[in-house]
């Protein structure tokens, strides 16, 4: 036990996962891929998987660390955020209890994995009988919105990421709504930074088809680019407000943007992340 076990829930964006792996596999110890029996999303839509896909996965996993839990994830009856929470649950069973359980989406890259794993596992102390006391590890994430001429327009504020738990009592998606730590490391998220056809795809078929006002967000993503970013406000899909201003980095590839990313500016202080540390610890103090 104990171990560094990480999870993806594969879908439509499968081939994403050619850039997320590779990433995390050296400093994990095993990697499992939930994959629908069926081929469908929450939503029941259909879609496929090409064999080349798994062909790749066989050429990389020079360690046999991959696994496939392929079983029925969407369920008629359930909407799109409990079949989502379902297949958490059922991915982490299959991972583990005792070790640290860690979730991904295949549109989700990790820029430091190897520094998050000894982080983790100077936690080890929270897997010694985890249900009771429940925890979450969250990085930030730096949430990539558009494609343009050049770079990438990405949301100015990074945003909190529930990527790991010691305990997977998941409510909404990944958050188990228990006590949060948050560390210092940046996870890249290709998010809505796709075609619009892709993003349709997305946002007919995720655990939030419901939360969107679908047109409207398109009509501003559509009208977004590298000279008018600047002058525009609000630019999440649910609560617009979210997402108040975007910024520029250069690359086109998952590696020129993580080497042009300026750090410092993107990073919240040290002394932010303790005292929200702080508050956590003792919002939970006296909580079993």
Known sequence: ?????????????????KIAIP???????????????????????????????????KSIDVDSK?????????????TSMQCEVQERKI???????????????????????????KYLKSK?????NPEKKQIQISPYLINMYKRVDGGILYVEKPTKIMVATNYPSYKVGRQTRKR?????????????????????????????????NKQEFLQKWETVNESNYKSMRNFFYIEPEKWKKLAFVKGTTFTEIG??????????????????NFGQWFKYLTKK
Not at 259 to 276: A, G, T
Request: hydrophobic fraction near 40%.
């Open 180 to 212: 949060i730590i948050y560390y210092k490391g940046l996870v890249l998220h290709e998010c809505i930074s796709r075609t619009k056809e892709e993003l349709e795809m997305k946002f007919n078929n995720w655990g939030h088809d419901t939360d969107i």
């Open 124 to 128: 080890n102390h929270y897997l010694n």
């Open 23 to 57: 990433q995390i596999y050296r400093d994990s110890d095993s990697i499992f891929l939930a994959i629908d029996k069926e081929r469908k999303t929450w939503k029941g839509e259909t879609f496929v998987i090409q064999n080349e896909f798994f062909d790749w996965l």
């Open 259 to 276: 080497e042009n990313l300026d750090f410092k500016n993107v990073f919240p202080s040290d002394f932010y992340i303790w005292k929200k």
């Open 1 to 17: 036990m104990k171990r560094i076990q990480v999870g993806f829930l594969v879908s439509y964006d499968y081939e994403l996962l």
């Open 91 to 117: 991915l982490a069973e299959r991972m583990g209890i005792g070790n640290w359980l860690i979730q991904l989406d295949a549109d989700e890259y990790f820029l430091d994995f190897k520094g998050f794993v």
């Open 66 to 78: 991959i696994q496939l839990v392929e079983e029925n994830f969407y369920h008629p009856e359930l």
